[in-house]
C-alpha cells in the first residue's frame, strides 16, 4: 500500500514562497517517478511539475516554469516543491502523484497510480 502525505500548504501574499513536501510510504522510492498537480475551485486538475526516478530530469508546466522547482531526496523518500513568485493564480489545492516509471515521467494524471490527499496553497493579492 502506497500512501503519500503532503504538507507545507497555507496562506501567502502574492510575491510570496512556500515549499510543498510529500512523504512516501514505499519500500523503493527511487523506483517511482513523482509529480504535483493542482486543482482550482471549479477547474479540471493539472499539471505543476514531474521529476524522474534519480531527480536528474524535471519538467514544468509552462506557467510554472523559472518560478518552481521541484526536487527529491530518495533517502528521505520525500518529493518537494519549492513556489516562488506565487500568484493569487496559483491559489488550488496540490497534489502529490506517483508511478513506478524509470523513463520520462508524465504529464497527465490518468498514468499516475498513487495520490496524496492533497494541500491547499492560497495567495492572496
Known amino acids: 500500500q502506497v500512501q503519500l502525505v503532503e504538507s507545507g500548504g497555507g496562506l501567502v501574499q502574492a510575491g510570496g514562497s512556500l515549499r510543498l513536501s510529500c512523504a512516501a510510504s514505499?519500500?523503493?522510492?527511487?523506483?517511482?517517478?513523482m509529480a504535483w498537480f493542482r486543482q482550482a475551485p471549479v477547474k479540471e486538475r493539472e499539471f505543476v511539475a514531474a521529476i524522474n526516478w534519480s531527480g536528474e530530469n524535471t519538467y514544468y508546466a509552462d506557467s510554472v516554469k523559472g518560478r518552481f522547482t521541484i526536487s527529491r531526496d530518495n533517502a528521505k523518500k520525500t518529493v518537494y516543491l519549492q513556489m516562488n513568485s506565487l500568484k493569487p493564480d496559483d491559489t488550488a489545492v496540490y497534489y502529490c502523484?506517483?508511478?513506478?516509471?524509470?523513463?520520462?515521467?508524465?504529464?497527465?494524471?490518468?498514468?499516475?497510480?498513487?495520490w496524496g490527499q492533497g494541500t491547499q496553497v492560497t495567495v492572496s493579492s
Open positions: 502523484a506517483a508511478v513506478i516509471r524509470v523513463g520520462t515521467p508524465s504529464m497527465r494524471m490518468n498514468q499516475y497510480d498513487y
Open positions: 514505499v519500500r523503493t522510492f527511487s523506483s517511482y517517478a
